[in-house]
């Protein structure tokens, strides 16, 4: 088991950058894969970014080239670095761990993009 804990969201303006965190309860060294997701109220929970234990990455095509993802397992603590914003970001963001065939989520953090 684990608990996912996000930080780091907040309202920043159109074109603005962010940066989110996710801290996980035990070592991250062995979850093979992490992930952040977005939702927006009456939308389904979708893929933002993806990375493997052996740092290799996915990015949905929305973000791509804007969004950086990363880990850092001496810290267990999953990132989502996010430059060029644009309103239709705005979502509540979660992370997400994948381990023995179960997932297990954050509780989410606000992202809001508006002038």
């Known amino acids: 088991q684990v608990q996912l804990v996000e930080s780091g969201g907040g309202l920043v303006q159109p074109g603005g950058s962010l940066g989110l965190s996710c801290a996980a309860s035990r070592s991250i060294f062995s979850i093979s894969t992490m992930s952040w997701y977005r939702q927006v109220p009456g939308s389904q929970r979708e893929l933002v970014a993806m990375?493997?234990?052996?740092?290799?990455?996915y990015y949905a095509d929305s973000v791509k080239g804007r969004f950086t993802i990363s880990r850092d397992n001496t810290k267990n603590t999953m990132y989502l670095q996010m430059s060029s914003l644009k309103p239709e970001d705005t979502a509540v963001y979660y992370c997400?761990?994948?381990?023995?065939?179960?997932?297990?989520w954050g509780q989410g953090t606000q992202v809001t993009v508006s002038p």
């Open positions: 990375i493997t234990s052996g740092g290799t990455t």
């Open positions: 997400k761990a994948g381990i023995d065939f179960r997932d297990y």
